[in-house]
């Protein structure tokens, strides 16, 4: 994804102030060899790109006064009650070192588990995004986990994600839970209908 940016001399809270009425965006460019960079972006542009998924977990092209510097979206903060973009930050990546980024998880075959078909469970969703060390060329959209195969009562964990190459997961302690099958409390399964 491309984002167009332009550098900007005035800093403060005064000067933000006056580039938000604008309809611009401060933000931040760190990272890497080079200093800091200040910048201001379109808001709405900005705005809009936040509510896409790949916008957070992928490799973006930013261009700033026509020189182009591959960046990951870091942080951003947004108003209380306004639609309104306050600040991104944005850090710049080395082709050759490896980042450490959240990807989203995306679940999927979850309506032909045996969990849900034969024993009426319900598969919660303990997490929905993964952390994961990879370098920049080889960082997945997002990671799928299949729960084909969750029976009742049943978690899927980090381990037994499949992860694309050169992608490792960061599990922090023991092999963390990403989804789990549970039958609910006064539910009939198949089977015992069957009887």
């Known amino acids: 994804m491309k984002v167009i940016a332009f550098a900007r001399k005035e800093q403060g809270t005064g000067a933000s102030r006056r580039l938000r009425n604008a309809g611009q965006t401060p933000g931040i460019i760190y990272g890497g060899t080079e200093a800091p960079v200040a910048i201001s972006l379109d808001h709405n542009a900005l705005y809009h790109a936040l509510k896409k998924e790949v916008f ?9 006064d026509g020189k182009v510097e591959k960046v990951l979206l870091r942080d951003f903060q947004v108003h209380a009650y306004k639609q309104l973009v306050l600040h991104a930050d944005f850090q ?19 309506d032909v ?27 997945p959209e997002f990671v799928e986990v299949d729960l084909s195969k969750l029976e009742a009562g049943q978690s899927v964990h980090v381990s037994q994600l499949v992860l694309p190459a050169g992608v490792t ?27």
């Open 56 to 64: 957070h977990s992928s490799i973006l092209d930013l261009e700033v």
């Open 169 to 195: 997961a960061v599990v922090h302690g023991d092999d963390a839970t990403v989804a789990i099958a549970t039958v609910p409390a006064g539910a009939v399964s198949a089977d015992a209908e069957a009887k």
């Open 113 to 139: 588990s045996p969990a849900v078909k034969l024993s009426a469970a319900v598969i919660s969703h303990v997490a929905v995004e993964l952390d994961v060390s990879c370098l920049p060329a080889d960082l």
């Open 92 to 110: 710049r990546v080395d082709p050759n070192q490896k980042i450490h980024v959240k990807v989203p998880l995306h679940f999927i075959n979850a």
